[in-house]
């Protein structure tokens, strides 16, 4: 139970900071090589300090409480204003500390007005070594410490010590060293990072061209590292294999093509040497009905070809599927907002479109087109008042030779392939074709080719 109840804190906490942290693999990769950094100089930076400095200013807090007693002992010694003088005057050129004699007795003993290492050591060493009453002021300003001292029952020794009699003179370089060492460590991180990572985004190009059907160039990291080249090597491998593939089809496809016309050739021949009959008439119909299904059938085996993408004027070619449509009398409107200039194959895309107007058109009796350009995509729609299709069928229809209609009258219903041979074009374009249901009352199909 322990163990389950932290790994779902681990899980939650993963959660967090996959949500909360940078998206990029190179921004990532940064934080994974500089957080341990930091952390790394900020520690050594705290043992520095903590320790080195602590130990140097302790020993130079105890230096001065000597040299402090001196001069108590010399003015003990000596108490003449001529020997006072002379304290005074060596204490500031040979000690570095401004002393001043007066009559009176020290303040109360209060702790230093604000932490600080300098007040904290000199307090330890003068309860330590000078065991007479004293006042410290870490508040006077000037970068100096105020020491009070009864040295008589009537004498006060007043000291102005200046901090840096006090601290190590190493500091800023200490720091200005960390934190050039730290812009050459994140430069030479970065330029590390982005050399091992312009690879992956190149592989990630190509893979993305190669989605939307687009040609990829061959391509060798030479200079990346064994997983890249691993990568990239693996990826040209599935690119030659599905070049392969689609060009197996289309060889075998037109194999099949002259086989199957061929003996329909010689059947229309024979049929039309028979004395005209109710039973040779259906056997032309049958044939005629083979004819539209093996069409059909090569169709969408054909797929895209092998037509390349190149920059096309959508809107010219959604204007040609509707001209072709209204040559039949179709009730057809076409509506486009942006631009409408997309790297496609204009061939197969209007081969899309004109089996989805096909297919509105055979169910209803009116279709509007309308293409809009967004940010990632251009996006077409086709509605109809068609009485549309169920929900749950929606997925079911974009199976290749599935009919809502049981018949198996082509005219009617067609061979089933409308919707698929529409799908399989989008997706060879890296988009996707869904389906809605229409304002107009009937099917609203949705035809996403990213730009």
Request: charged fraction near 25%; glycine fraction near 8%.
């Amino acid at each position: 139970m322990k163990l389950s109840r932290g790994g779902d804190l681990f899980e939650r906490v993963a959660r967090w900071a996959d949500q909360h942290s940078p998206q990029t693999l190179f921004a990532r990769a940064l934080i994974i090589l500089i957080v341990p950094m930091l952390l790394l100089q900020a520690l050594s930076a705290w043992w520095f300090y903590s320790q080195r400095g602590d130990n140097v200013t302790n020993r130079l807090a105890l230096i001065l409480v000597r040299d402090l007693r001196t001069l108590i002992s010399l003015r003990a010694d000596f108490p003449d204003d001529e020997h006072k003088s002379w304290v005074v005057r060596h204490a500031r050129a040979d000690m570095l500390v401004f002393v001043a004699f007066h009559k009176g007795t020290v303040r109360a003993f209060k702790a230093p007005e604000y932490f600080d290492i300098v007040s904290r050591e000199v307090q330890g060493a003068l309860d330590a070594d000078l065991r007479r009453p004293y006042y410290l002021d870490n508040n006077v300003g000037g970068e100096q410490l105020l020491i009070e001292i009864q040295i008589t029952d009537s004498d006060v020794m007043e000291v102005l010590v200046p901090y840096v009699r006090l601290t190590f003179g190493s500091s800023f370089a200490y720091v200005l060293a960390q934190v050039g060492l730290a812009l050459v460590l994140f430069g030479l991180a970065i330029w590390f990072m982005r050399r091992e990572l312009v690879p992956i985004e190149h592989l990630g190009v190509a893979a993305d061209a190669l989605g939307k059907g687009r040609d990829v160039p061959d391509f060798a990291f030479a200079g990346g590292t064994r997983e890249v080249r691993n990568a990239a090597t693996a990826f040209q491998t599935m690119k030659i294999r599905l070049g392969r593939s689609l060009q197996q089809r289309t060889e075998m496809l037109a194999g099949v093509s002259h086989d199957l016309r061929t003996p329909l050739t010689r059947m229309k021949l024979s049929l039309a040497l028979l004395a005209e009959s109710p039973e040779t008439k259906e056997l032309g119909d049958d044939v005629r009905d083979m004819e539209r299904m093996i069409e059909g059938y090569l169709a969408f085996a054909r797929g895209e070809g092998d037509e390349e993408p190149i920059p096309s004027d959508l809107s010219e070619i959604l204007q040609d599927v509707v001209s072709g449509a209204r040559r039949d009398n179709a009730d057809v409107v076409v509506e486009t907002e942006g631009d409408m200039h997309v790297e496609l194959r204009p061939v197969a895309m209007k081969r899309c479109l004109a089996n989805l107007v096909s297919n509105a058109l055979r169910h209803g009796t009116q279709v509007e087109l309308r293409a809009t350009r967004g940010r990632t995509s251009v996006e077409i729609t086709v509605d109809d008042n068609g009485p549309g299709i169920p929900p749950d069928k929606y997925e079911d229809v974009f199976r290749p030779f599935l009919r809502l209609d049981e018949s198996r009258n082509v005219d009617t219903g067609g061979v089933g392939l409308g919707l698929t041979i529409a799908r399989d074009v989008a997706r060879s374009h890296g988009g996707d074709v869904t389906l809605a249901s229409a304002p107009l009352g009937g099917l609203r199909v949705v035809v996403r080719i990213p730009i």
